[in-house]
């Protein structure tokens, strides 16, 4: 059984992995773990084509399902809500700009870390 310290590492670690990621990839970080009340965005990032609010699921191995199962519709609801927030708060640079909804997975198995990308993974018609 792991530990609340192992789950918050774990997810730290899945993070900072995601974010590595996404520069990669050519995105610039604008926020990490912005917060809403309640409401929280694991990263938001923003490349050429718009800002990105990206939720990271992270696990190690074995796993029942793969990380990115695990953000249900009401996980889309909560982040699209803090999304929402955040654009109503964003400076003038950002509110004219789309706006994406992404999942990276982080696979955590000592030295090997997979990362897979899902770039508009969902489209919160719901707000």
């Known amino acids: 059984m792991t530990t609340d310290q192992e789950r918050k590492n774990t997810g730290k670690n899945g993070e900072d992995t995601a974010c590595r990621f996404l520069m990669s990839k050519g995105h610039t970080i604008i926020e990490r773990n912005w917060r809403l009340g309640h409401l929280e965005v694991d990263i938001i990032s923003m490349d050429r084509a718009g800002i990105h609010f990206v939720e990271v699921k992270t696990r190690r191995p074995p796993m029942q399902a793969d990380p ?6 009401q996980k889309q609801k909560r982040i699209a809500a803090a999304a ?4 109503a708060t964003a400076g003038r640079q950002y509110r004219e700009m789309e706006c994406m909804f992404d999942i990276v997975s982080v696979v955590l198995g000592g030295e090997e870390i997979e990362v897979e990308y899902y770039p508009e993974a969902y489209i919160p018609i719901f707000i």
């Open 68 to 73: 990115q199962e695990s953000v249900t519709v």
């Open 84 to 87: 929402a927030g955040y654009m």
